[in-house]
């Protein structure tokens, strides 16, 4: 489930590049990272845009978003390599009729950190590599419809709402809906 984003930024930035505008890279995350994912795991704004409870432990946190077959998980970082925002993509390499398939669970950006462009350089970095590396042809987001900030980011960015699913989540004593929204690679602008 995605959390709160941030307006994007003007160009496309490749994997491990810096953007001259905002002094941020994107890299793998390590383990090292761990206390610096908690934190923005942990950030009372983060609740209201994603599926986590109150309350996580670092431990927990890393266990969750520890890079596996099926799960990678970018971070954007600024010049002293602090982490201030996440990407968990998951993927079906097992699935040989879904393999094509790629589904961004998570986005989030510390919340010191928002609004400097973390979230539009995470998703453009992912939607780079699973287009141009990985052969993904259809990729996948849910968001809560009142992130209305998060879906005007998602349709620049070439995703489209594919439908809405009634109370999908529950949070702070009520029942949210969720917009599922998805970018093909053969519907895309060519880049």
Sequence with gaps: MITTLHPPIAEPVATGAADATTDLRVRAAVADDAPQLHAI???????????????????????????????????AVDRSDRVIGLLVLVTHPGAPR??????????????????RGAAGMLIRTVIEMAEQWMAIERLELIVFTPNTRAIRLYEHLGFEIEGTMASYGFGRGRHVDAHIMARLTSRSPAR
């Design 41 to 75: 795991l942990d950030s009372p704004h983060l609740l209201d845009g994603t599926m986590r409870i109150p309350h996580s432990t670092i431990d927990a946190a890393w266990d969750e978003l520890r890079p596996n077959d099926h799960q990678r998980v970018l971070v």
């Design 98 to 115: 879904h393999q094509h398939v790629a589904h961004i669970d998570l986005v989030a950006t510390h919340p010191d950190h928002q609004g």
